[in-house]
């Protein structure tokens, strides 16, 4: 079981930026993938950024060069940098880890965190 924490929302004039944070009950070095996904009210949650326990990151092309995805293994954190904010970025971000043992695949999410972006 791993436990997420995000942490990092605001409100904030679009063009600004908000940093965003996850923080795992253990070591993620294990966690095969962390991922940033977000819900606006009325829609469906959608993939923002995920990184891999290689490095490895992807971005939905609408947040493509202004939001970047970083984890740091010695603190048990992934972080989402969004720069140059939208109204359309407004929405609850949640926080994804992936693992996978075995055959088994597990997942969990964190609580969310709410991203408002003023016009």
């Known amino acids: 079981q791993v436990h997420l924490v995000e942490s990092g929302g605001g409100l904030v004039q679009a063009g600004g930026s908000l940093r965003l944070s996850c923080a795992a009950s253990?070591?993620?070095?294990?966690?095969?993938?962390m991922g940033w996904y977000r819900q606006a009210p009325g829609k469906q949650r959608d993939l923002v950024a995920t990184?891999?326990?290689?490095?490895?990151?992807n971005y939905v092309d609408s947040v493509k060069g202004r939001f970047t995805i970083s984890r740091d293994n010695a603190k048990n954190t992934v972080y989402l940098q969004m720069n140059s904010l939208k109204p359309e970025d407004t929405a609850v971000y949640y926080c994804?880890?992936?693992?996978?043992?075995?055959?088994?695949?597990?997942?969990?999410w964190g609580q969310g965190t709410q991203v408002t972006v003023s016009s």
């Open positions: 253990k070591s993620i070095f294990s966690i095969n993938a």
């Open positions: 990184i891999e326990n290689g490095g490895t990151t």
């Open positions: 994804k880890a992936t693992q996978v043992i075995g055959t088994n695949l597990y997942e969990y």
